[in-house]
């Protein structure tokens, strides 16, 4: 008998720069791929009827991250398009910047999603507080990983 287990594991880099362009927090965190994103991905096995991950967001929830959530808790500005989208084998790797004024506070949460709005949420995040200030910049690059096991 054949018994194939895909696995899913994404990590955040977290950089957060400021007005000078001097690191200020730099950071890894894990993250969880909710119940609605990995309907996401078979769905796209059989097309693609849905949107592919465009947005990144931000917010100031602490609520534990869960399977069943669809939505960031508590969202900082809005959603941010995608600076880039890169597939390598079985890694995809999303980056966005969030700049002077966006996704600024006591960032505790982030998401990915196919949509500015509503939409399919891929994955959320919680961690301990990353302060970004008004005038500080922010980049996340968000890498997920598909393995056999």
């Known amino acids: 008998m054949i018994t194939d287990q895909i696995k899913l594991s ?3 880099d977290i950089v957060v720069r400021d007005s000078n362009g001097e690191v200020k927090e730099k950071r890894q965190e894990k993250n969880l791929v909710v119940t609605a994103g990995l ?8 097309d693609t009827t849905d949107g592919a991950m465009s947005h990144m967001a931000v917010g100031s929830g602490t609520t534990a991250a869960a399977a069943g959530q669809t939505d960031l808790v508590s969202i900082l500005g809005s959603r941010e398009a995608l600076d880039s989208t890169s597939v390598s084998g079985a890694v995809v790797t999303y980056v966005s910047s969030f700049e ?17 709005s509503s939409g399919t949420m891929l994955c959320r995040t919680v961690f301990s507080a990353v302060n970004k200030a008004a005038d500080d910049t922010m980049t996340i690059t968000w890498t997920i990983t598909l393995s056999a096991s």
Request: aromatic share 8%; charged share 15%; hydrophobic share 45%.
């Open 10 to 12: 994404g990590n955040l």
């Open 39 to 46: 309907g996401f991905i078979a769905s796209r096995m059989k």
């Open 100 to 116: 002077a004024g966006e996704g600024t506070g006591a960032i505790t949460e982030a998401g990915i999603f196919n949509a500015s």
